[in-house]
């Protein structure tokens, strides 16, 4: 990677206690030609994959609720959130990522997921893409109760809802995590779940 309007000048480590914090000195060339110089602080923590299940015949997605430390010191009065199932790539590919991740924090196996799109979801200090899939689930696919794991201290509520509440949820502030909100929004744009209101309703009454 190099563009010779970009020159790395310093990087200092601040921070390898969980991931990487550098800060960075960077000269950059404006465009009437002179150079400025600025330090930013750089969170290396990786890239992540994220996904929505749906169930087209049911009418329903399948969510996770879990604790957010820094959510809870910003105004998040529960620290609880409602989100996709996400992950870190950590050693695999985006699509290896998922299918692991959705298993262990909801139990299902997927067999085939669909990429949708990849976003910056913090350019101003955080390196991280997250790649965006959607994949379908049934219950034959449920191969545990999912939570997360142990080792790393997850305690994960699986929840299947109707996409229409789920979508519902975004208005009403229930759903503020931003991954969260891209994929119904995607889902409801895309019409990945076609009468979804009859179908809930259809699921509600089963």
Not at 6 to 12: N, R, S
Not at 160 to 171: G, K, N, R, S, V
């Amino acid at each position: 990677m190099s563009n010779p309007k970009y020159k790395i000048q310093k990087t200092e480590l601040l921070s390898d206690n969980w991931y990487i914090l550098n800060r960075v000195t960077v000269d950059y060339q404006k465009k009437d030609g002179t150079w400025d110089t600025q330090k930013r602080e750089v969170y290396d923590r990786g890239n992540g994959a994220a996904i929505l299940l749906y169930n087209i015949h049911k009418g329903t997605v399948v969510l996770t609720r879990q604790f957010r430390l820094p959510t809870y010191m910003n105004g998040n009065p529960t620290g609880m959130l409602t989100e996709v199932c996400a992950g870190l790539l950590d050693e695999d590919d985006p699509v290896a990522c998922i299918i692991r991740e959705t298993e262990e924090e909801t139990g299902y196996r997927l067999s085939s997921v669909r990429k949708v799109f990849e976003s910056y979801m913090s350019p101003g200090a955080v390196t991280e893409i997250l790649y965006f899939f959607v994949g379908e689930y049934d219950i034959s696919m449920r191969v545990s109760s999912g939570g997360g794991l142990d080792q790393e201290h997850e305690e994960i509520e699986v929840i299947e809802i109707p996409f229409d509440q789920a979508y519902l949820m975004i208005e009403t502030g229930e759903i503020k995590d931003a991954k969260t909100i891209m994929l119904l929004q995607y889902a409801k744009i895309n019409q990945l779940i076609p009468n979804s209101t009859r179908l809930a309703d259809d699921y509600s009454n089963e």
